[in-house]
């Protein structure tokens, strides 16, 4: 190779020569990942379970107000059915989860004919700690736009919720603050 003719001879020879072909294998693997196309999927999060039968309890509530009648789903991702409650003359709904059942699941909400334009409220769950949860068109937003971020991951549901609440731009920045900047919040820290 006309590479070593400038390279010292010997050991330190040896050794480079070793050393140039470890740079080059590890170059080509590095290369090789680069072939692969971002699926922009999560990084795997720590399956959790509900380690008890749980009662998942709360209220439910669409554009118009309180539904107080209809059907209440618990789904896994795929839509398989997990448990069912209803909701009779109520807008305070409890459902139990059964021992085992893997997270993330969504709580669906099918209010009677006529209510919400039949579309169902939703509630992704990827968190065994909680069971109180309100089931509202916000949940429904935020639930729909962690799908679209890759899936209801804990990280995506937190995610999904700051993209769908809105604030208003004065509060966003001080700069949006109505008066003397340094007594906003109390003055400056």
């Known amino acids: 190779m006309t590479i070593f003719h400038a390279l010292p001879s010997g050991p330190i020879r040896?050794?480079?020569?070793?050393?140039?072909?470890?740079?080059?294998?590890?170059?080509?693997?590095?290369?090789?990942?680069?072939?692969?196309s971002n699926s922009g999927t999560a990084v795997n999060e720590p399956v959790q379970k509900y380690e008890k039968d749980t009662t998942l309890a709360g209220t439910v509530t669409g554009q118009n107000g309180a539904i107080t009648n209809g059907k209440i789903l618990a789904t896994d991702?795929?839509?398989?059915?997990?448990?069912i409650s209803t909701l009779e003359n109520t807008s305070r709904y409890s459902i139990v989860i059964p021992a085992g059942t893997?997270?993330?699941?969504?709580?669906?909400?099918?209010?009677?004919?006529?209510?919400?334009?039949?579309?169902?409220?939703?509630?992704?769950?990827a968190d065994a700690s909680m069971t109180n949860y309100n089931i509202n068109p916000l949940t429904t937003a935020i639930a729909e736009k962690a799908k679209?971020?890759?899936?209801?991951?804990?990280?995506?549901?937190?995610?999904?919720?700051?993209?769908?609440?809105?604030m208003p731009d004065e509060d966003k920045t001080s700069s949006g603050f109505r008066g003397d900047p340094t007594k906003n919040y109390g003055g400056w820290h």
């Open 148 to 166: 679209s971020l890759g899936g209801y991951t804990r990280k995506n549901l937190m995610a999904a919720a700051v993209l769908s609440t809105s």
């Open 102 to 125: 893997l997270l993330p699941i969504l709580l669906q909400v099918h209010p009677d004919a006529g209510v919400e334009n039949g579309k169902p409220l939703t509630l992704a769950i």
């Open 77 to 83: 991702e795929k839509g398989n059915v997990i448990s």
């Open 14 to 36: 040896k050794g480079l020569g070793s050393t140039l072909v470890l740079l080059l294998s590890a170059a080509a693997l590095l290369t090789g990942c680069g072939d692969e």
